[in-house]
């Protein structure tokens, strides 16, 4: 007969390679899972925007002024950002002005061109992350500044 130390082992060992085989297969189908979340923002006014993201698991969003400068192909400054926890609070509606400051350090900026982002990532609680965004062209900032 087997000692209670030989069932043991072999009882944790049989448990443990199920565990294996079921992580793997939870990995695997994984990339059958396409997320797609999809966003509306409309601004209403350069610090008012409404925006919907829908999605599953916990996201990640900000929206993002980008702009090029001849020494860098994209600048970014997130004016806002926020976690939606839930799917069920992922419809909201909110009226806010930036989170963060926009300075411009110095007269680099004054009239170029930049477009507002909105980025996303989808942070499942397993599987890959998935980030994607909306880009909002045609901005641009003041000749002259107060």
Request: proline share 5%; aromatic share 12%.
């Amino acid at each position: 007969m087997h000692s209670f130390g030989h069932r043991l082992n072999g009882l944790l060992t049989f448990s443990v390679t199920i565990l294996a085989i079921m992580c793997a297969i939870a990995s695997l189908s994984d990339n059958l899972n396409t997320p797609s979340p999809t966003a509306d923002i409309k601004i209403m006014n350069i610090n008012w925007f409404q925006k919907q993201p829908q999605g599953n698991d916990e996201l990640f969003i900000f929206v993002a002024a980008e702009y090029e400068t001849p020494k860098n192909s994209l600048n970014q400054v997130s004016l806002w950002d926020a976690i939606i926890p839930a799917k069920e609070h992922a419809k909201f509606w909110i009226h806010t002005s930036n989170k963060y400051r926009f300075v411009d350090q110095g007269n680099n900026l004054r009239g170029k061109k930049f477009n507002l982002t909105l980025h996303w990532h989808v942070m499942p609680k397993t599987g890959k992350m998935f980030a994607d965004k909306i880009v909002m062209a045609g901005y641009s900032f003041p000749e002259e500044y107060r």
